[in-house]
């Protein structure tokens, strides 16, 4: 029982990350024309979240490989909390930005052990279905800012629709503090630190990317709906019915993703959805059928996060497995800065922001000749055999 209620606790973290990340993005139409900002500092201030991650999940991993897991986790939730208490009392964008970036550090450390602490707790079928909860969880939380946070913020202000972003981190904290105990197979490894083989960096490489690409994809998508649909006159219900389909829609189909590739195959789920995703995303950019495009994006389009993340965590060994997510998240933290002020960028040039939707379908088409790579040089059929 305590590792279902651990992964729980992983969950809500996840679906806490998903929350804090998009809320900038759901308050986009009030704080573009409140602080006047440009779709390219639009863009930069959501990835503010991302900022820093860059350059501390590969040192994060190696806290992780010497100190444990329980320490350098339970410090990123609390470094979560501590990031939504400054947004809370920011003033202006400077302040956003600051608070994202001290709650962006906290979901690294969150993030680089989380898988880890998964393979450590789960194996055979229950490793499958809990990288499949855990990687569900985000869009979760970002379904869960669009229907909290608009109504907060038109009630009590924009500041005290960010501070609702420390509740979820809390919950989190307190349940993971009081379930996780070391497993003794991982307690009995050396902590030294053993940096993953050449092989094994180039698979996390690849995998990072892949999973940059789909993710940087599928949060441009979400970052630049809201405000796509209020330039079209579209209401708050109708954009919130969107990013619901295409968030919470999310949560079934990446369960069921995970069964599907075992009966299907790996590689036909992921270029299914990588299809579906791709359509989805340039139909709501081009079409006015937003709410098709969503279940394109959010069902169909949804289906492999846990095919990704499933390969991504078995390319290193487990003894390299905290270095190697350090390395993998390196990657997703670097095109998680950078993707939201390009999808800015385009979204300037257009003239409106679903030039940021478009932008988006863009980046995820990247996936597929990864996803061929990745699978070339990793055996995948071993890989998942082993998951």
């Known amino acids: 029982m305590r590792p279902w209620l651990l992964l729980v606790s992983l969950a809500i973290a996840r679906a806490a990350f998903g929350y804090q990340f998009q809320s900038v993005a759901t308050l986009g139409p009030s704080l573009?024309?409140?602080?006047?900002?440009?779709?390219?500092?639009?863009?930069?201030?959501?990835?503010?979240?991302m900022l820093m991650g860059m350059f501390v999940a590969l040192p994060l991993g190696f806290l992780g490989r010497r100190f444990?897991?329980?320490?350098?986790?339970?410090?990123?939730?609390?470094?979560?909390?501590v990031g939504a208490l400054f947004d809370a009392t920011a003033s202006g964008p400077s302040g956003i930005a600051l608070g994202r970036t001290i709650g962006g550090v906290g979901t690294v450390a969150m993030i680089v052990l989380?898988?880890?602490?998964?393979?450590?707790?789960?194996?055979?079928?229950?490793?499958?279905?809990?990288i499949s909860v855990s990687a569900c969880a985000f869009p979760v939380g970002v379904g869960l800012a669009q229907i909290v946070l608009p109504p907060v913020a038109v009630a009590f202000g924009w500041q005290i629709a960010l501070l609702t972003e420390a509740v979820a981190p809390a919950l989190s904290l307190t349940l993971f503090l009081s379930r996780?105990?070391?497993?003794?197979?991982v307690a009995s490894q050396p902590?030294?630190?053993?940096?993953?083989?050449?092989?094994?960096c180039a698979l996390l490489l690849i995998a990072g990317t892949i999973w940059t690409a789909y993710t940087s994809g599928y949060s441009g998508y979400t970052s630049y709906v809201p405000s796509t649909l209020a330039a079209r006159g579209d209401s708050a219900a109708m954009i919130g019915l969107v990013l619901v389909?295409?968030?919470?829609?999310?949560?079934?189909?990446?369960?069921l993703g995970g069964g599907l590739a075992a009966r299907f195959g790996a590689l036909r789920i992921f270029l299914i959805a990588n299809v579906a995703l791709i359509i989805g995303m340039t139909g709501t950019a081009l079409t006015?059928?937003?709410?098709?495009?969503?279940?394109?994006?959010?069902?169909l389009g949804s289906i492999h996060p846990g095919v990704i993340m499933a390969v991504g965590t078995l390319s290193a060994r487990p003894e390299n497995r905290a270095i190697g997510m350090g390395l993998f998240?390196?990657?997703?933290?670097?095109?998680?800065?950078?993707?939201?002020?390009?999808?800015?960028?385009?979204?300037?040039?257009?003239?409106?922001?679903?030039?940021?939707?478009?932008?988006?379908?863009?980046?995820?088409s990247i996936t597929v000749p990864l996803y061929l790579l990745h699978r070339k040089l990793g055996r995948h059929e071993t890989m998942l055999a082993r998951a």
Not at 68 to 81: C, F, H, K, Q, T
Not at 245 to 255: D, E, K, L, Q
Not at 288 to 294: F, S
Not at 343 to 363: M, P, Q
């Open 32 to 49: 573009v024309a409140l602080f006047h900002l440009s779709y390219t500092e639009f863009g930069s201030l959501i990835g503010a979240y």
């Open 68 to 81: 444990g897991d329980r320490p350098v986790l339970a410090s990123g939730l609390a470094l979560m909390i």
């Open 114 to 130: 989380q898988g880890k602490v998964i393979a450590d707790f789960f194996s055979g079928r229950n490793f499958m279905i809990a």
């Open 180 to 185: 996780y105990r070391q497993p003794p197979a």
């Open 191 to 200: 902590r030294s630190l053993a940096f993953p083989s050449r092989r094994e």
């Open 245 to 255: 389909i295409a968030t919470w829609g999310n949560v079934p189909a990446t369960m």
């Open 288 to 299: 006015g059928d937003a709410v098709v495009g969503a279940f394109l994006v959010g069902v």
């Open 329 to 364: 998240y390196s990657v997703y933290y670097l095109g998680g800065t950078v993707s939201p002020a390009f999808c800015g960028y385009v979204a300037d040039r257009v003239g409106g922001a679903e030039g940021g939707v478009l932008a988006a379908a863009a980046i995820s």
